[in-house]
């Protein structure tokens, strides 16, 4: 099952819909960490330093597993934004994380297009992840 896939069996609809939900989710998590600035540092200081200079930089994204985003997250207080999104979708927190964990890097990739952490002064606009759940569909292969 294709990521997307997932993104529509487990958030209902279809995977446009999923794909925008989770989406949305991931910026709102971007949000509350204090923009990707703020993720990325919380990333960071939690041994992910890695991967997130990945989704930052030009290069290939490398992955995490939801078992280490939810580490993260347990970490610092974040895991309240999932848990409040799983509440209100009614889906499994896990299950939930594990899919933001295939998301997140594409977001944060698709927020700093020039390699670089945006210097917008510690906020974030969920308005730059525009166009990235058409982005994924279109990258999905048929």
């Known amino acids: 099952?294709?990521?997307?896939?997932?993104?529509?069996?487990?958030?209902?609809?279809?995977?446009?819909?999923?794909?925008?939900?989770?989406?949305?989710?991931?910026?709102?998590?971007?949000?509350?960490?204090?923009?990707?600035?703020?993720?990325?540092?919380?990333?960071?200081?939690?041994?992910l330093g890695d991967a997130v200079q990945s989704w930052i930089g030009s290069g290939a994204n490398q992955a995490i597993s939801g078992d280490q985003l939810n580490q993260v997250l347990q970490k610092t207080g974040l895991d309240s934004v999932v848990n409040h999104a799983a509440g209100k979708l009614g889906v499994d927190p896990g299950q939930l994380i594990g899919q933001l964990a295939q998301v997140l890097p594409h977001a944060v990739d698709h927020a700093t297009p020039d390699g670089q952490v945006p210097a917008s002064g510690g906020g974030f606009d969920l308005s730059i992840l525009g166009g990235l759940a058409e982005k994924l569909l279109a990258a999905r292969p048929a």
Do not use: T
Not at 18 to 47: E, F, N, R, T, Y
């Open 1 to 47: 099952m294709s990521l997307l896939d997932s993104l529509g069996s487990l958030l209902g609809g279809n995977q446009g819909e999923g794909a925008g939900s989770l989406i949305s989710m991931a910026g709102q998590l971007i949000q509350q960490a204090g923009g990707v600035q703020g993720l990325a540092d919380k990333l960071q200081q939690h041994g």
